[in-house]
């Protein structure tokens, strides 16, 4: 179980012009792997606004994770990479890089997103597109990895590798070849 904190940046949904299904799909997706969520709010896209609040749940509130949904293109108005960046102490890139990819493999335009993922303290913040269907892509390409990221940012001491059953190494013997086909 973790806590988390789900932020909606749009200034259309901030304003009550636009329904926000895409913080509402987010929260459920989180939630579908333990995660509670502790806050969901909707804020309109102004960087320094975005990096208070980003302050405010990591270091206040204390949540373990920060999702952001919306404002990671390449628009004016797209602030909320720039507003992370400048509150993160630690960037984690593979996270963004495995939703891009997966994005990708769904639209040419995946490439265009700037969404990152880093930590603050022992918080986790994950960047996500401001659609429903650009969240439900990004996030199920590093859904499982989010409570093990979690875990790790409070301290736990455990080695990061594959459980036995999901991948284990070959065994290198003096010929070179590998043990697990040697009866």
């Known amino acids: 179980m973790f806590t988390a904190a789900v ?5 259309k949904g901030s304003r009550g012009e636009r329904e926000d299904l895409s913080g509402k799909m987010l929260a459920e997706m989180l939630a579908s792997i333990g995660g509670r969520i502790e806050t969901y709010v909707v804020l309109p896209d102004d960087r320094k606004l975005i990096e208070d609040k980003l302050i405010y749940y990591a270091d206040q509130y ?8 919306g404002g990671t293109g390449v628009g004016p108005r797209d602030v909320t ?3 992370t960046r400048a509150v993160i102490d630690k960037e984690i890139p593979g996270m963004a890089e495995a939703m891009r990819l997966a994005g990708l493999q769904k639209t040419p335009f995946a490439i265009i997103s700037r969404a990152m ?18 969240v439900r892509e990004n996030l199920e390409a590093i859904l499982k990895a989010i409570p093990h990221a979690v875990e790790k940012l409070k301290g736990d001491p455990t080695d ?17 070849g590998d043990q697990r086909s040697s009866p």
């Open 81 to 83: 990479p720039d507003a």
């Open 160 to 176: 990061c590798a594959a459980p036995e059953t999901l991948a284990r190494a070959p065994e290198v013997v003096a010929d070179g």
């Open 117 to 134: 993922v880093g930590c603050r303290g022992k918080t986790l913040i994950i960047n996500l597109p401001g659609s429903p269907k650009g």
């Open 62 to 69: 204390g949540v373990d994770v920060i999702a952001t949904t």
């Open 7 to 11: 932020l909606t940046l749009s200034d």
